[in-house]
Nanobody, 122 residues
Framework: VQLQASGGGLVQAGGSLRLSCAAS????????MGWFRQGPGKEREFVSL????????FYANSVKDRFTISREKGANTVYLQMNSLKPEDTAVYYC????????????????WGQGTLVTVSS
């Protein structure tokens, strides 16, 4: 599976963006798709995940109630709707796939794409 993230850009604080992660190849019901981000000088951190089959979701506390993850099976795509953006959300956002199942551990995800840059100005 290859993943391609897109949709990043420059937005003012309080604004919104929708990221997309398009997958080529087969995604199984047990697989989990995750969004992670890496800010300047920081390690890659978990943002949100969704189980491909059931659509079950989970969020990091820092984005809960502001971000929404979803998937469109027919398009083999996962989305991250980001609302009420803050300057601290500035980062390169990556999507990955966890074949082992429900996990927030970055080292259990692979097939990272090149990421998409989100910049939130104050």
């Amino acid at each position: 599976v290859q993943l391609q993230a897109s949709g990043g850009g420059l937005v003012q604080a309080g604004g919104s963006l929708r990221l997309s992660c398009a997958a080529s190849g087969r995604i199984y019901s047990s697989h989990v798709m995750g969004w992670f981000r890496q800010g300047p000088g920081k390690e890659r951190e978990f943002v949100s995940l969704i189980r491909w089959g059931t659509g079950g979701t989970f969020y990091a506390n820092s984005v809960k109630d502001r971000f929404t993850i979803s998937r469109e099976k027919g398009a083999n795509t996962v989305y991250l709707q980001m609302n009420s953006l803050k300057p601290e959300d500035t980062a390169v956002y990556y999507c990955g796939i966890a074949r082992s199942g429900w996990t927030t551990r970055v080292d259990e995800y692979d097939s990272w794409g090149q990421g998409t840059l989100v910049t939130v100005s104050s």
